[in-house]
């Protein structure tokens, strides 16, 4: 069974420029989650979607973020237009239910923003 | 809000060393804690878990005991191998459910032959 796979692994831009982000969660996985780490500190919570629902998208830094989950399959979230503090790692993560304990994450995709 | 710390790292060990990873979080209500690693090149992974006080948590060694009245939940492995090298992040679940679960900075851990 596949994991949860993110694209790109690293992406290098310019300030100002847009990136998109993708996730394939765990097939079967209602639950799809994003969170952020920058420059090595802790990692934080972006949002989550049940299906293609946002359930709480609390953690959104500002509306330069957009994410999306079409058809409650894979997810995007752009960056739209890119700051240099938005560079760091973005994770996503997939969970069957709400209460099995679990998160499976992906490999993460690295952003630099120059 | 929801808040977790951890020692800072990194912490670099000798093969056969005993690993302590102090980790301590808020007291808001009663959730279930975790600890999850990252290998080198890898996502993050469960490494352990525990849902109530006075749970132990253990894998591959590594064991994490839910301390109420400290607020703790200390990773320790009483040998350490090189293969153990990676990032290890402490972390809260909310209260009632582990859908928003907040993540301490993390600790890199090098264990050297």
């Known amino acids: 069974e596949a994991g949860v796979t993110q694209f790109p692994s690293h992406s290098v831009i310019e300030k100002g420029q847009t990136v998109t982000l993708r996730c394939d969660p765990i097939?079967?996985?209602?639950?799809l989650y994003w969170y952020r780490r920058v420059m090595g500190k802790e990692i934080k919570f972006l949002l989550h979607?049940?299906?293609?629902?946002?359930?709480?998208e609390s953690g959104m830094p500002n509306n330069r973020f957009l994410a999306e989950r079409t058809g409650g399959t894979y997810s995007t979230l752009k960056v739209q237009p890119a700051e240099l503090e938005d560079s760091g790692v973005y994770f996503c993560?997939?969970?069957?239910?709400?209460?099995?304990?679990?998160?499976?994450f992906g490999e993460g995709s690295r952003l630099t923003v120059l | 809000g929801n808040s977790v710390t951890q020692m800072e790292g990194p912490v670099t060990l000798s093969e056969e060393a005993f690993l302590t990873i102090n980790c301590t979080y808020t007291?808001?209500?009663?959730?279930?804690l975790f600890w999850y690693v990252q290998y080198p090149g890898e996502g993050l992974q469960l490494l352990l878990k525990?849902?109530?006080?006075?749970d132990k948590g253990s894998n591959k060694g590594f064991e994490a005991t839910y301390r109420k009245e400290t607020t703790s939940f200390h990773l320790e492995k009483g040998s350490v191998q090189v293969s153990d090298s990676a990032v290890y992040f402490c972390?809260?679940?909310?209260?009632?459910?582990?859908?928003?679960?907040?993540f301490g900075t993390g600790t890199k851990l090098q264990v050297i032959p």
């Open positions: 972390a809260r679940g909310n209260s009632g459910g582990y859908q928003k679960v907040t």
């Open positions: 979607f049940v299906k293609e629902s946002k359930q709480d």
């Open positions: 993560a997939s969970s069957q239910g709400l209460n099995t304990g679990e998160l499976f």
């Open positions: 525990a849902t109530k006080a006075d």
């Open positions: 097939s079967g996985h209602d639950n």
């Open positions: 007291a808001t209500g009663y959730p279930s």
